[in-house]
């Protein structure tokens, strides 16, 4: 079975500063997706960054960035020029690569504090 | 195109009641998931249906809990007798049948149900 380990249970950051989460994973799987998703007081689940293991290059989508270490099964999330708006429950997540759909495994996530 | 919707978005009822919680998926997804997050913590797979058809329900409660997705109308899942553990946000999901695309999973807002 799978598992995802979010080691930092709240994290703070001034705003327009740099942070970086971390996330860990076990699996005995070759091919699968690790993800990041962000969830803001409002409880909405928002997909912030996707990653394919089969890929080394690490992905980015503006100012999120993500440095995956496949070796090392590490799967840290960066938030570049923090935002206000980017406050809110931060959880990993991994999903097996199958043929069909498979259901996400999520870590128990980082409360990240963005402060003016 | 309207995202992934879930209601009600708050649920109470009192010990031993039956909760419903509905899910809409996004128009052209045909793969719904449930998932239970408990206060703290992340979010645990459930049940993962297609059309009429349950695919993995490894996720549920052996006892109480059941869900279904019709071939018309929502996704439905149902707690009978409820007890207070079962106070917890409820989240649906959904993803395409696009065999790129499907290893995304939207999100809807939740369901947060009480038990008193």
């Known amino acids: 079975a799978q598992t995802v380990t979010q080691s930092q249970p709240e994290m703070s950051v001034q705003e327009a500063e740099t942070v970086t989460l971390s996330c860990t994973y076990d699996?005995?799987?070759?091919?699968?997706?690790l993800f990041w998703y962000k969830q803001p007081p409002s409880r909405q689940m928002i997909l912030v960054i996707r990653?394919?293991?089969?890929?080394?290059q690490n992905a980015t989508e503006n100012r999120f960035s993500v440095n995956f270490q496949k070796a090392a099964k590490s799967f840290s999330l960066k938030i570049s020029d923090s935002q206000l708006g980017d406050t809110a429950m931060y959880f990993c997540?991994?999903?097996?690569?199958?043929?069909?759909?498979?259901?996400?495994?999520f870590g128990k996530g980082t409360r990240l504090s963005v402060i003016a | 195109n309207a995202g992934v919707m879930q209601n009600p978005r708050h649920l109470v009822r009192r010990r031993g009641q039956e909760a419903r919680l509905r899910c809409s998926p996004m128009?052209?997804?045909?793969?719904v998931y449930w998932y239970r997050q408990l206060p703290e913590e992340g979010l645990k797979f459930m049940v993962y249906l297609q059309k009429e058809n349950i695919i993995d329900e490894s996720g549920m409660p052996k006892e109480r809990f059941s869900a279904e997705f019709p071939k018309e109308g929502p996704s439905i899942l149902r707690i009978q007798q409820v007890v207070r553990g079962d106070s917890a946000a409820y989240f649906c999901a959904s993803s395409p049948r696009d065999r790129i695309a499907k290893n995304i999973q939207y999100f809807g807002a939740g369901t947060r149900l009480s038990v008193l």
């Open positions: 128009k052209g997804h045909s793969h």
């Open positions: 997540a991994f999903m097996k690569h199958d043929s069909g759909n498979t259901p996400l495994v």
């Open positions: 699996t005995s799987e070759n091919n699968y997706y």
């Open positions: 990653q394919e293991a089969y890929k080394q």
